[in-house]
Structures are given as structure tokens and as C-alpha cells.
Nanobody, 123 residues
Framework: QVQLEESGGGLVQAGDSLRLSCVAT????????VAWFRQATGQDREFVFC???????RYADSVKGRFTASRDNAEDTMYLQLDRLKPEDTAVYYC?????????????????WGQGTQVTVSP
């Protein structure tokens, strides 16, 4: 079964850190960008961070200086380091593989998605 699986979410306090992982099964990241999105309750899914096969990154302004992503192309794994977390970062975080080499910010540009991992940040 082709899938992406996220892990590493949890309940933390404001200012804490988390590291999310995304592992691909029977799916190669190959020449595709990979990204993290998040979706808070009652809101649309929003772009967080993307990294292409060459390591070029793109991220949302709301996470600048606090989040960073990395990928291991040999292991088809990607990570999202979340530092200095804020209550407004509370959401389900999803990893996804793009249809393209370059990073895109719209969910429709991604063809494979994980099931998500919950991140909850208390004040």
C-alpha cells in the first residue's frame, strides 16, 4: 500500500519544540518537492513548509524563524522541526508529495498525503 505516515505530534506548552517525521512506504520522493501543511479545526488546509529535491525551501511567513524542514532522499523521509511553538500553531499537520520538482503552496499541487498528526500548543 502506498502511503505517507506522519509521527511526532503531541501536546506541548507555548515555547516548546516538536519534531515531526514523515515516512513514505512504497512511494519514492524522487524528483518531487515534499511539503508540510496544517489544518486547524474549522479552517482550510494551509501551506507550512516545502523542500524540493535540491534542498530549496519555501515556507509560510507565520513560521519564519521558528520551523525548518529537511528531507532524506535515500530514505524517503522528511522532517519538520517546530521551535518556539505558539497556541496558534495548533492543528493537524500533514505531509504531502508534490506533482512537481519545485515547491508549490496549493494542496491541489500534491498527489499523495499522509493521515496527519495532531499538534496542540497550550498557552
Amino acid at each position: 500500500q502506498v502511503q505517507l505516515e506522519e509521527s511526532g505530534g503531541g501536546l506541548v506548552q507555548a515555547g516548546d519544540s516538536l519534531r515531526l517525521s514523515c515516512v513514505a512506504t512504497r512511494l519514492s520522493f524522487g524528483d518531487s518537492a515534499v511539503a508540510w501543511f496544517r489544518q486547524a479545526t474549522g479552517q482550510d488546509r494551509e501551506f507550512v513548509f516545502c523542500i524540493n529535491p535540491s534542498g530549496v525551501i519555501r515556507y509560510a511567513d507565520s513560521v519564519k524563524g521558528r520551523f525548518t524542514a529537511s528531507r532524506d532522499n535515500a530514505e524517503d523521509t522528511m522532517y519538520l522541526q517546530l521551535d518556539r511553538l505558539k497556541p496558534e500553531d495548533t492543528a493537524v499537520y500533514y505531509c504531502a508529495r508534490a506533482r512537481t520538482f519545485d515547491c508549490r503552496t496549493q494542496p491541489n499541487d500534491y498527489d499523495y498525503w499522509g493521515q496527519g498528526t495532531q499538534v496542540t500548543v497550550s498557552p
